[in-house]
T-cell receptor, first 115, second 116 residues
Framework: DTGVSQDPRHKITKRGQNVTFRCDPISEHNRLYWYRQTLGQGPEFLTYFQNEAQLEKSRLLSDRFSAERPKGSFSTLEIQRTEQGDSAMYLC?????????????FGSGTRLTVV | AQSVAQPEDQVNVAEGNPLTVKCTYSVSGNPYLFWYVQYPNRGLQFLLKYITGDNLVKGSYGFEAEFNKSQTSFHLKKPSALVSDSALYFCAVRDPNAGNNRKLIWGLGTSLAVNP
């Protein structure tokens, strides 16, 4: 499978716990994006990397959220002290430079449920 | 402010009939426009995009979209709907003047239900 992979597919956690998600983009893609999607809403931009540099972070992202892409390949998104409002689908997407004819390639997402 | 609007939360159409999912945008300059589809429990899948050139863009699964600059619209169309087209459809726009960010601005989505 040469698409964007996200792990885990589903995560259920208790409020206050920390969670970490992983995204493996298409190998030659240098740009990587994290989005959050709640039911009935379009994806909300969270953050964006070009290679290993985090170039933008949305104001939606509180201090409890952190993302890394240490070697410019896979990325992790960590949420500390989770809250029920963090329950959502977390989507990762990648692209190569300016968008390819296929646009951005999305992973299947990680669905987080905070109980 | 840049924005995308999908004025219909839900569209219902009978199988075999033509379908239209509407999208309008507000972006300065000449936008890049995208349509994505999301099937239940699946990630977003690219359908088609408009960057420049012919205003009628053909994409995956028989879908097409028409860019109308005067109406700032990019409606998604298919001549003959299939039950398997039932899904969530998202319109997105990127402002080519937004620097190196390249992030997409998304509509809220339209749920398409194709009835047998």
């Amino acid at each position: 499978d040469t698409g964007v992979s996200q792990d885990p597919r589903h995560k259920i956690t208790k409020r206050g716990q920390n969670v970490t998600f992983r995204c493996d983009p298409i190998s030659e893609h240098n740009r990587l994006y994290w989005y959050r999607q709640t039911l009935g809403q379009g994806p909300e931009f969270l953050t964006y990397f070009q290679n290993e540099a985090q170039l933008e972070k949305s104001r939606l992202l509180s201090d409890r959220f952190s993302a890394e892409r240490p070697k410019g390949s896979f990325s992790t998104l960590e949420i500390q002290r989770t809250e029920q409002g963090d329950s959502a689908m977390y989507l990762c997407a990648s692209s190569l430079g300016t968008p390819t004819p296929g646009g951005y390639t999305f992973g299947s997402g990680t669905r987080l449920t905070v109980v | 402010a840049q924005s995308v609007a999908q004025p219909e939360d839900q569209v219902n159409v009978a199988e075999g009939n033509p379908l239209t999912v509407k999208c309008t945008y507000s972006v300065s300059g000449n936008p890049y426009l995208f349509w994505y589809v999301q099937y239940p429990n699946r990630g977003l899948q690219f359908l088609l995009k408009y960057i420049t050139g012919d205003n009628l863009v053909k994409g995956s699964y028989g879908f097409e979209a028409e860019f109308n600059k005067s109406q700032t619209s990019f409606h998604l169309k298919k001549p003959s709907a299939l039950v398997s087209d039932s899904a969530l459809y998202f319109c997105a726009v990127r402002d080519p003047n937004a620097g190196n960010n390249r992030k997409l601005i998304w509509g809220l989505g339209t749920s398409l239900a194709v009835n047998p």
